[in-house]
């Protein structure tokens, strides 16, 4: 899951410039689930901008399923094609698809893109489970991230800082004692003390 903060408001202001019409457009998967981009928060987005702006300019706000697939956009041709700027709730991936499909548009984000994350089985909450680093090793430790889910990256672990199975930077159970027990539950400890060097992608 993606997640994603708000960009503060002066920030959109800026981005909208002399802009009269304007479109708040959110997204119904990643941001709606993470409670950054959904209709909801396209409402108060679009209900701060009027009190910002003034009654000169025209706001209106829609959310469609996914913006990362250009194809959910033909919902919404009217509605793009009165706006004079396009202010997206979604991730960056859905700004790009926007303003690839609109080259005639101004499209701006209304979201920082955060993490990728994820509710997982142990916790009740949404956190980053994957940074999207273009090199995953996830095959090595089998299927825990270190790289996101260790709060210094190791490769190798777990740390001298481990304290009943939580980690000592962020109280969060340590991925590496969770990558011991799943390695020594399937009777592959051997995996476990073969050093992971890191790799320079060609």
């Known amino acids: 899951m993606i997640t994603g903060e708000r960009k503060p408001l002066e920030d959109i ?9 304007i ?6 998967t990643c941001t709606t689930v993470s409670k950054v981009g959904g209709e909801k ?3 108060e ?3 701060a901008l009027k009190l910002m702006l003034g009654e000169n300019v025209q706001i209106r706000g829609n959310t469609i399923l996914r913006q990362c697939d250009p194809e959910f956009f033909d919902e919404i ?28 548009k101004h499209v701006t984000p209304g979201l920082d893109t955060t993490s990728i994350g994820a509710t997982l089985p142990e916790e009740m909450e949404l956190r ?12 090595k430790t089998l299927g825990l991230c270190p790289i996101t889910r260790c709060a210094k990256s190791l490769l190798n672990g777990p740390c001298g800082g481990v304290r009943d199975g939580l980690c000592e930077v962020e109280d969060i159970p340590c991925v590496w004692v969770q990558i011991f027990d799943k390695m020594k539950a399937l009777g592959r400890l051997d995996d476990f003390m073969t050093p992971r060097m890191p790799e320079v992608k060609k």
């Open 128 to 139: 980053e489970v994957c940074s999207a680093c273009g090199n995953c090793v996830l095959e």
């Open 45 to 47: 987005l679009s209900e």
């Open 41 to 43: 928060q396209v409402g």
């Open 23 to 28: 479109l708040v457009l959110g997204c119904g």
């Open 77 to 104: 041709e009217k509605e793009v094609g009165e706006a004079d700027i396009i202010v997206s709730l979604a991730c960056g991936a859905g700004v790009q698809v926007a303003a690839e499909k609109y080259p005639e």
């Open 13 to 21: 202001k800026a981005a909208i410039g002399d802009a009269k019409k």
